[in-house]
């Protein structure tokens, strides 16, 4: 089947069951070729027609003005972000590495939009030069840009990025659009909104703005009120202009992802639905709108299997341990309120296990008390040489390397089926070596 004609990603029970048997498959594949066994302890599996049909459910979801980037931070492996450029997404990057592997890709820098909020003077320079789109950060970084003026090519889409300051989502780390968020100029601290229509007045190239409400944990209301002032703002500059200088809106990304259950929801058309009740404006095809999802496009569509290594009781309660904890499932470790994940149990040919459930903990092998994927969990009784599959870690679980105690950065598989049905395992990166892990240790 050719990308164009792959569906939008399927609700049905019928297909989120033919989902959740596609990963019982990659795993028994995994466990047939050695990928996963008793020294090879934890990998990533990503579900490649997955990721496409996701993002042809945002294609979608949204009219042909859109232009949808991909916030490579979520997943920013050269074929992670592979898939993407081949699906027609550009790609946003946040630091000059992220930059360096978007190009690398292939990715031409009218697909790429810059939004690092400590730019330095090289990379400026460079995106300047290279007529990359980049989102500024604040007043000081516009005097960096100004001093570097005479680069400015007309084909960079240069703006400002703002802060509305609608307030906080479920999970404070993840909500840019605070009152004292470091994202951004703070549009209601006082003389802000004045100086921002004076700069877009003074600088006729900046033709685009940008905010993004947050990520995981913000509700859909929350990200539409944060950008509904967005576009107020850029209206009235425009009118304060006389013309339509802002001719780009940057909604930025931050739909969240259902960790609960298999089920995709919200969705793209969800979100679609919402803007558009509420900001007209962005349909209208007055503006071309830019979107930088990132957790909603991999998250669903990954998971990490780790073998376990021990089982033992602790004040009466039974633990596994295994070999998938802060080093990759960094912030279920560190804050495991705000960031649970489900797990299922196989066992060590790769069969779900489904008997009794009973109330256990499942550890890392870090060596720490905290490090932990979950506690008191209630799953069928886990033995020696089982697998556990953390759900939904396709994005923001393999960009997290933590390299406490040595640990390698585990390897990622792209899994496709053949024309026989077959699981096909393509190494998107091999785990770290010791070597590896001793020369970055240092
Ligand atoms: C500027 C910007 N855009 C997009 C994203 C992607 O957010 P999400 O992965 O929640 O869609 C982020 C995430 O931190 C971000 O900072």
Redesign the pocket.
């Known amino acids: 089947m050719s990308d164009s004609q792959l569906k939008a990603l399927p609700t049905s029970d019928e297909d989120i069951q033919g989902r959740i048997a596609f990963k019982g498959e990659i795993l028994r594949e995994a466990i047939r070729q050695g990928a996963l066994s008793d020294t090879q302890l934890v990998a990533g599996f990503i579900d490649v027609a997955s990721v496409r049909r996701t993002i042809a459910s945002l294609i979608d979801a949204f009219p042909a003005h859109f232009e949808h980037t991909f916030?490579a931070?979520?997943n920013a492996m050269s074929q992670s972000l592979a898939v993407i450029r081949k699906q027609g997404l550009g790609c946003?990057v946040?630091s000059a590495g992220e930059l360096r592997q978007a190009l690398d890709v292939g990715f031409t820098p009218e697909k790429i939009v810059y939004?690092e909020p400590a730019k330095t003077i090289d990379v400026l320079k460079f995106a300047l030069q290279s007529g990359i789109s980049f989102?500024i950060d604040n007043f000081q970084e516009l005097d960096r840009v100004l001093s570097l003026a005479n680069n400015i090519k007309p084909k960079s889409r240069i703006g400002f990025?703002i802060n509305p300051q609608v307030g906080s989502g479920r999970i404070g780390a993840?909500s840019?659009a605070t009152s004292t968020s470091k994202?951004g100029v703070a549009l209601k601290d006082a003389g802000n909104r004045e100086k921002l229509i004076n700069c877009y007045q003074t600088h006729s190239w900046l033709t685009s703005i940008?905010t993004?409400i947050?990520?995981?944990g913000c509700a859909i209301e929350l990200m539409v009120a944060g950008i509904r002032v967005v576009v107020d703002l850029a209206k009235e500059i425009n009118q304060a202009i006389g013309r339509q200088q802002i001719s780009v809106i940057d909604i930025?990304?931050?739909?969240?992802?259902n960790f609960d259950s298999e089920e995709i929801a919200p969705t793209f058309s969800d979100y679609a639905g919402a803007l558009r009740d509420s900001i007209p404006e962005l349909f209208s095809g007055e503006f071309t709108i830019k979107t930088?999802?990132?957790?909603?496009?991999y998250?669903k569509n990954g998971f990490i299997a780790t073998r376990v290594e021990y089982t033992k009781q602790s004040g009466g309660r039974p633990i596994a341990i295994t070999h998938a904890g802060a080093q990759t499932a960094t912030r279920t470790a560190f804050m495991p309120d705000l960031w649970a994940i489900r797990l299922s149990v196989f066992d060590s040919l790769g069969v779900e296990k489904r008997g009794t459930l009973v109330e256990q903990d499942v550890a890392g092998p870090c060596c720490f008390a905290g490090d932990m994927l979950a506690v008191n969990r209630p799953l069928p009784r886990i033995e020696p040489g089982d697998y556990v599959m953390l759900h939904d870690t396709g994005?923001?679980y393999f960009s997290n390397p933590f390299f406490y105690n040595n640990l390698p950065a585990i390897g990622v598989f792209g899994a496709t089926s053949n024309d026989t049905g077959g699981v096909v395992l393509d190494v998107w990166r091999k785990q770290q070596s010791l070597e590896d892990v001793l020369a970055v240790i240092g």
């Open positions: 916030a931070k979520a946003e946040a939004d989102n990025r993840m840019t994202f940008h993004h947050g990520s995981q930025g990304g931050g739909l969240p992802v930088e999802f990132g957790r909603s496009i998250a994005a923001y």
